[in-house]
């Protein structure tokens, strides 16, 4: 249960850009701290039970979040200084390169990369751990890409959805997402170099309205023609998870205002009258989910399926309606599955992903678990 969840990613957004930012200050002996306090201190308010919770009123999640995003933009003055110090060169001669930092990203943006010819994309480490994971850059052009070594790696180049460019505020024209495998090393930086590069794209593998299945060394996941998770199989433990179906739904909540109504596509529901006099009275908000019946209403009944496979990454892209979809994303050599929603501006106040699971040893009508 979310609420505000635009509002609860950027506090955790801000509170990665503190944490490298206290690390690299360190290591650099930059002696910068006093300059870290801004995003010190909004951290720390945002820490409170009406801000993070997503409780509080809109214009004042609207100052928590520009209090962070004033914390960034001093934080990042403190990132500078202190590359210049790390991405010295061979005779200790700083190299004076501004950095700048994405946050868009989750909607597919970075306008300050768009139709340049070279750019670099450098990646801290915070954790005490090497790293291996994948990168998604949104991208106007095919580039050619070299590690920290020269070698020009592999990479592919997946199309943004449809649903993600109409996203409302979003002024990218970027089409694709190049995706890359980085390692990084325990504490420390990689940098990637790209440069723009005419040649063909490799192939990409598309298909449509019919069964979907992704499976690397480790993970098969099967959706079926219709866009409904069938199953997911852990190759290596031989684990076999059945589902009945999933999907989105939302509720009537219970609200304050004996006639309040809600939109949902061309249909309106009434609100359950509520005072907040007492508890059966209490209105499904922000503080709690709290539905009239417990039966919720698709969003709705059909779905489009597209596939997208290549060979550093196979995609799902299931649209709901035209403010709902999902991508399910599986890379290569991973071991986790990884689901992204793109959800909004939602016409309705209360909306659930449910997961109906079914035992395949028993039969489904006897062991339905719902995974709200």
């Excluded at 200050?25 to 993070?52: G, K, Y």
């Excluded at 003055?77 to 010295?88: D, E, G």
């Excluded at 790696?153 to 495998?181: H, Q």
């Excluded at 028993?362 to 719902?370: G, P, S």
């Amino acid at each position: 249960y979310a609420s505000r969840p635009a509002l609860k990613r950027f506090e955790r957004y801000s509170n990665n850009i503190l944490q490298v930012t206290r690390q690299l200050n360190a290591f650099s002996n930059s002696q910068l701290r006093n300059q870290i306090f801004n995003l010190s201190e909004a951290m720390a308010v945002a820490q409170h039970h009406d801000a993070v919770s997503g409780t509080e009123r809109q214009h004042v999640a609207d100052d928590y979040v520009l209090r962070l995003s004033i914390g960034i933009d001093a934080a990042l003055n403190v990132i500078n200084q202190a590359y210049s110090k790390l991405l010295s060169k061979g005779d200790h001669s700083r190299v004076n390169v501004q950095q700048f930092l994405c946050p868009l990203t989750n909607i597919s943006e970075c306008l300050p990369i768009e139709n340049v010819e070279r750019f670099v994309v450098t990646l801290w480490n915070p954790t005490i751990h090497p790293v291996m994971d994948y990168l998604r850059v949104p991208v106007t052009n095919s580039y050619k890409v070299r590690d920290p070594n020269g070698t020009v790696i592999n990479v592919d180049l997946i199309p943004i959805s449809n649903i993600t460019k109409d996203i409302p505020g979003r002024m990218s024209n970027a089409t694709m997402e190049l995706i890359l495998r980085y390692n990084l090393p325990t504490l420390g930086f990689s940098s990637y170099f790209f440069e723009r590069n005419e040649e063909e794209v490799k192939d990409l593998k598309i298909t449509k309205k019919e069964m979907c299945i992704l499976q690397n060394q480790y993970l098969r996941v099967e959706i079926d023609e219709q866009g409904n998770l069938q199953q997911m199989i852990n190759l290596q433990k031989n684990i076999n998870l059945t589902f009945a179906n999933h999907g989105f739904y939302w509720y009537e909540g219970k609200a304050i205002f004996s006639e309040r109504r809600v939109k949902f596509s061309i249909q309106w529901t009434k609100g359950y009258p509520g005072n907040n006099s007492q508890f059966d009275f209490q209105a499904s908000g922000a503080y709690i989910f709290r539905p009239v019946t417990q039966n919720p209403t698709p969003v709705s009944t059909k779905r489009a399926l597209k596939c997208f496979k290549t060979s550093l990454v196979q995609i799902a892209l299931i649209t709901f309606n035209e403010w709902i979809s999902e991508e399910i994303r599986l890379y290569d050599e991973k071991e986790d599955l990884e689901i992204e929603w793109t959800v909004g501006p939602i016409p309705i106040e209360e909306l659930l992903v449910r997961w109906n699971r079914c035992s395949t040893l028993i039969d489904l009508q006897d062991l339905c678990r719902n995974e709200e």
